[in-house]
């Protein structure tokens, strides 16, 4: 059940929005003028190279693009890197003007920097995401993760990772925005189910744009990832700066021990110790980057 805004110390931009998950968590409705955000959908959907990704073996239920802000360094170019259990997926590539525009218009809103997008095009009621709790290797320690809904509502279910009987659902309709809090998702699972129903049993919010869905994730990254070398630097990695950056391996033990914490941290709540599982950092690449245009050796 929903918090009682009046009764919690909330941030400015959360005065209206519904409470979610372990009170940290909001969704806000309305973030662009309606025309504006129904203009964002077929400009964002068209203007998109979308690509697939694979998670053991198979094809993800959904098409995705993987966009962010790059940091150029000497002669060197720095991609922000978001590492979690897949087999493989496409580059990241620079902002696109629509995605761009939107990423700009929630850092106004929730008064946080992002710098890394995974958008996902939810194709029809079909295409869905499986219950999960994000990796928080990469991910600026106590920042929002923030997902931004374009298109058909779906329904978003949380699930607490102790207390299974304990769930919320609801809608993340067009132009409406999640924010999830740092222990919401320690606490929590997140997921959108498939939607099976016949559209004579679906409200006409679920069947709008053809019942396609656009979401991005936005996140703060604090690990970067040197777009020529591989090498890696920042919170996740073994090299903190940029200045200690030494020659770039990757060894079975070090994935091994990595994968390891993943599954610790998906598994646990409150009680995950992050500076155990994290602290020294890793700097293997847990899946293999699909490059299109560049040919330097991938670091699987």
Avoid: C
Avoid at 275 to 298: E, Q, W
């Amino acid at each position: 059940m929903a918090a009682n805004n009046s009764t919690l110390n909330l941030p400015s931009w959360a005065s209206n929005a519904t409470i979610l998950g372990s009170n940290d968590s909001y969704r806000l409705l309305n973030i662009f003028p309606d025309d504006v955000a129904d203009n964002l959908f077929h400009q964002l959907r068209d203007e998109i190279t979308w690509n697939e990704m694979r998670r053991k073996g198979g094809r993800v239920p959904r098409d995705i693009s993987i966009q962010g802000t790059l940091i150029n360094h000497n002669d060197d170019q720095y991609e922000p890197l978001f590492r979690h259990p897949v087999d493989e997926q496409p580059e990241l590539v620079s902002w696109t003007p629509t995605a761009l525009k939107i990423k700009e218009r929630i850092e106004e809103v929730i008064e946080q920097k992002l710098n890394h997008a995974l958008i996902q095009y939810y194709r029809n009621g079909k295409d869905y995401i499986g219950e999960h709790s994000d990796i928080t290797l990469d991910i600026s320690i106590g920042s929002n993760i923030v997902n931004y809904s374009l298109g058909a509502a779906r329904t978003m279910i949380l699930k607490h990772k102790t207390q299974n009987s304990l769930k919320q659902r609801f809608k993340v309709p067009h132009n409406s925005l999640f924010i999830m809090g740092w222990k919401t998702n320690r606490e929590w699972f997140h997921s959108i189910k498939q939607d099976k129903r016949l559209d004579m049993d679906k409200d006409s919010d679920e069947l709008t744009f053809s019942s396609q869905r656009i979401s991005l994730t936005l996140r703060t990254i604090a690990t970067f990832r040197n777009r020529r070398t591989g090498q890696l630097y920042g919170q996740g990695a073994k090299n903190k700066t940029v200045k200690q950056i030494s020659e770039h391996t990757s060894n079975e033990s070090d994935e091994q021990d990595m994968l390891m914490a993943f599954t610790a941290e998906n598994q646990q709540s409150s009680d995950f110790d992050w500076n155990h599982y994290y602290g020294n950092g890793f700097d293997a690449l847990n899946f293999k980057v699909l490059y299109s245009t560049i040919t330097n050796d991938i670091h699987k």
